[in-house]
């Protein structure tokens, strides 16, 4: 079984500054890693994705994750937040095989203050 | 592409009564729907993960005499919550997967349920 674990329930930043959201994660096989956003009142977008390759992974509005093995971790970064971010984040975990169900983090409330 | 409707988006019912919530994939055939509840400011808990044409899976503490599961079609499947109560009321969101092998959920807009 896995389970996922975001730190952080609320993360306050000033606009233009740079956010780091925590996301470890426990499984006995290796994973699928996702990080999904929540704009109010709204279902969830998918952000990006680990599936295998390169640790590093990218969005296309300026986030990106790394995939830490050693220390079962897959922190969502950006190196300067806007207002339009204000959202929640949930990571997520998957098992590539067997039932595609995904296990989802508590999720991170993301407060961008201007 | 890859989007999945909710219908209704919200819905307010009186204690005892059915209520049916439906999620449609629009533009891809859905091997697989899963079906979410969400509480305010708190995570996504997995209810039940439903396949085309058989039986809903129902995960551990959900009552699958309250909460029916139907996938008649590969667009579409409807959750009911019958004989609802206060304690009921929430965020109920659907997601879709195409194919055994899919990764990606693709998430439906949600249904607010408010039970009075």
């Known amino acids: 079984a896995q389970s996922v674990t975001q730190l952080d329930s609320q993360v306050p930043v000033f606009e233009e500054a740079p956010v780091e959201l925590r996301c470890n994660y426990s499984s006995s096989v290796s994973v699928y890693l996702f990080w999904y956003v929540q704009y109010p009142n709204q279902g969830l977008q998918l952000l990006l994705k680990?599936?295998?390759?390169?640790?590093l992974v990218e969005s296309i509005n300026g986030f990106e994750a790394e995939f830490n093995k050693s220390q079962t971790s897959f922190h969502l970064r950006k190196p300067s937040v806007h207002i339009s971010d204000t959202a929640e984040y949930f990571c997520a975990v998957r098992n590539p095989q067997g039932a595609q169900k995904l296990v989802f983090g508590q999720g991170t409330r993301l407060t961008i203050n201007p | 592409g890859a989007v999945v409707s909710q219908h209704p988006s919200w819905v307010i019912c009186k204690s005892g009564t059915s209520v049916k919530i439906e999620c449609r994939s629009l533009?891809?055939?859905?091997?697989?729907m899963f079906w979410y509840r969400q509480f305010p400011k708190q995570s996504l808990m997995l209810m039940a993960t439903s396949n085309e044409g058989s039986k809903a899976t129902y995960e551990q503490g959900v009552e699958k005499d309250k909460f029916l599961i139907n996938h008649a079609s590969l667009t579409l499947s409807t959750l009911t919550v019958t004989s609802a109560h206060p304690e009921d009321s929430s965020f109920y969101i659907c997601?879709?997967?195409?194919?055994?092998?899919?990764?990606?959920?693709?998430f439906g807009p949600g249904t607010r349920l408010t039970v009075t």
């Open positions: 997601s879709a997967i195409s194919g055994t092998g899919a990764y990606e959920q693709y």
């Open positions: 680990y599936l295998s390759g390169s640790t």
């Open positions: 533009d891809f055939q859905a091997t697989t």
